[in-house]
């Protein structure tokens, strides 16, 4: 995992930082929308950690940079100030993946960090699957159209053709 905070709060973010890379991960920092937009760019982060209590103007820009990812939205887990239904309400509805209230124990920040990457794998395995799917589909659809013709398959990405 490669994970990206976005944190006006440097103890904060030190002590996320701890907890990534005790989970063997990577982990980068900036404290603005601009941090963001660089590491989008140049590694992809696979989960973005964003404190709320950064000014809104910068949660917006960066939620609405992290949507226009080239690489795909990484999902982003909202560090609140705390947990009424309010905030955590305006955090999932902005666009957030996940919340955890702060000040946070690390078991509970590496908890929600994992489960969000069980949540990338799974997305990434749906994504492959469907195009094998598709795939198989394809073939099946060429194989119908040549029934009179005898059966036959062709595997087009490895452009080989099975007859029987």
């Known amino acids: 995992m490669n994970i990206f905070m976005v944190s006006g709060d440097r103890e904060l973010s030190d002590s996320v930082g701890e907890v990534v890379r005790a989970m063997g991960n990577g982990f980068d920092s900036a404290p603005d929308p601009e941090g963001v937009r660089a590491s989008i760019r140049s590694a992809a982060p696979t989960i973005v950690v964003l404190d709320w209590r950064l000014p809104v103007a910068n949660r917006n820009e960066i939620l609405a940079e992290c949507s226009a990812a080239a690489s795909g939205r990484p999902p982003i887990l909202a560090l609140l100030p705390d947990d009424d239904g309010t905030t955590i309400e305006a955090a999932l509805e902005a666009g957030c993946n996940d919340y955890l209230a702060i000040p946070a124990a ?45 059966i036959w398959d062709w595997d087009v990405g490895r452009n080989t053709v099975y007859y029987s």
Do not use: P, Q
Request: charged share 40%.
């Open 106 to 150: 690390s078991k509970d920040i590496e908890t929600r960090l994992r489960f969000l990457d069980r949540r990338v794998a799974a997305a990434h395995e749906l994504v492959e699957s469907n195009r094998l799917l598709r795939s198989a589909l394809d073939r099946f659809v060429i194989a119908c159209g040549g029934k009179d013709d005898g």
